[in-house]
T-cell receptor, first 113, second 108 residues
Framework: DGGITQSPKYLFRKEGQNVTLSCEQNLNHDAMYWYRQDPGQGLRLIYY???????QKGDIAEGYSVSREKKESFPLTVTSAQKNPTAFYLC????????????FGPGTRLTVL | KNEVEQSPQNLTAQEGEFITINCSYS?????LHWLQQHPGGGIVSLFM???GKKKHGRLIATINIQEKHSSLHITASHPRDSAVYIC??????????FGKGTRLHILP
């Protein structure tokens, strides 16, 4: 089955710890995205990558880091510098640009205690 | 003012009713997306359109580029249609801007 997987679905961390959220896709898509969703707000773009070994900051990149060493994988690290890390994180992919249909993963709910 | 506005924010209806969710945007766009988010959080893309009208099953999406407005219609609504419906636009700077979503609850 083709699709996007994110793991784990729920994640708990202590304040001050870095945590890495995984995102894998087997759709052969070039572009991948990370979004953050907070209650009552629209999705906000954290980082995106349109090609391996290249990525761009989105609207709220501070306190986050990413890597794109393989086409299939786009992990997101939430660092201790992120002031409000508790949120729902969604990964997505598309064939090339945001103008194309985006396919979303199931999301990871991160709670920082 | 948000660049993408959806209305209503919340909508409760009886099973079988015809549902309309509206989306207005203030930027130039290349495409508009309608997404569905179920209670578990997963998001599914319903439509991507840049003009006219698209239909898939009981769902219909329309867009009026001149008026910068799109509507999502659900005919013969069913409790399983209960979800958050999100409008998103791809602008000419290659960015996607999301609305805050419309929470739909269909009562049996």
């Amino acid at each position: 089955d083709g699709g996007i997987t994110q793991s784990p679905k729920y994640l708990f961390r202590k304040e001050g710890q870095n945590v890495t959220l995984s995102c894998e896709q087997n759709l052969n898509h070039d572009a991948m995205y990370w979004y953050r969703q907070d209650p009552g707000q629209g999705l906000r773009l954290i980082y995106y990558s349109q090609i391996v070994n290249d990525f761009q900051k989105g609207d709220i990149a501070e306190g986050y880091s990413v890597s794109r060493e393989k086409k299939e994988s786009f992990p997101l690290t939430v660092t201790s510098a992120q002031k409000n890390p508790t949120a729902f994180y969604l990964c997505a992919s598309s064939t090339w640009t945001v103008f194309n249909e985006q396919f979303f993963g199931p999301g990871t709910r991160l709670t920082v205690l | 003012k948000n660049e993408v506005e959806q209305s209503p924010q919340n909508l409760t209806a009886q099973e079988g009713e015809f549902i309309t969710i509206n989306c207005s945007y203030s930027v130039g766009i290349s495409a508009l997306h309608w997404l569905q988010q179920h209670p578990g959080g997963g998001i599914v893309s319903l439509f991507m359109l840049s003009s006219g009208k698209k239909k898939h099953g009981r769902l219909i999406a329309t867009i009026n580029i001149q008026e910068k407005h799109s509507s999502l219609h659900i005919t013969a609504s069913h409790p399983r249609d209960s979800a958050v419906y999100i409008c998103a636009v791809g602008n000419r700077d290659d960015k996607i801007i999301f609305g805050k979503g419309t929470r739909l609850h269909i009562l049996p």
